[in-house]
């Protein structure tokens, strides 16, 4: 049975530079997710193409492929609103984390997945790779 999983951007930007610390980790995660829906927030999208944009060429591409092949979602002023709150009360977050994690209770996902140990207590679908 197919999954829904928000995925924070660490996750991405683990999977697309080998150079990364959790680049096998993430690898591995996004294998096994082959049949699952992949969902960016749209804060996420762009924080995922920002290294890839200084770079530019296969690196821009490969990450846009990526982001491509995950379903992005809008920031509506709903989900803003429901971030600031977030974040007022974990101040360990950044806002796109705190975007994120609304779009996760959002849609009910079933996961979100990220690297970030700050994450662990804030929601009940945080799955820490």
Do not use: Y
């Not at 150079?19 to 924080?47: F, N, P, Y």
């Amino acid at each position: 049975m197919a999954r829904l999983i928000v995925l924070d951007a660490s996750v991405a930007i683990a999977a697309l530079s080998a150079d990364d610390a959790h680049h096998d980790a993430a690898v591995d995660a996004l294998a096994g997710a082959s049949d699952d829906e992949l969902v960016l927030a749209a804060t996420t999208r762009a924080e995922i193409l920002v290294g890839p944009a200084r770079v530019g060429g296969k690196a821009l591409a490969a990450a846009r492929d990526f982001a491509d092949g995950c379903e992005t979602i809008p920031v509506s002023a709903a989900i803003a609103n429901d971030a600031a709150a977030l974040k007022a009360h974990h101040r360990g977050l950044s806002l796109p984390d705190a975007i994120a994690l609304v779009v996760a209770e959002m849609l009910d996902a079933d996961a979100v997945w990220t690297f970030d140990r700050r994450w662990r207590d804030v929601h009940q679908r945080v799955a820490i790779l």
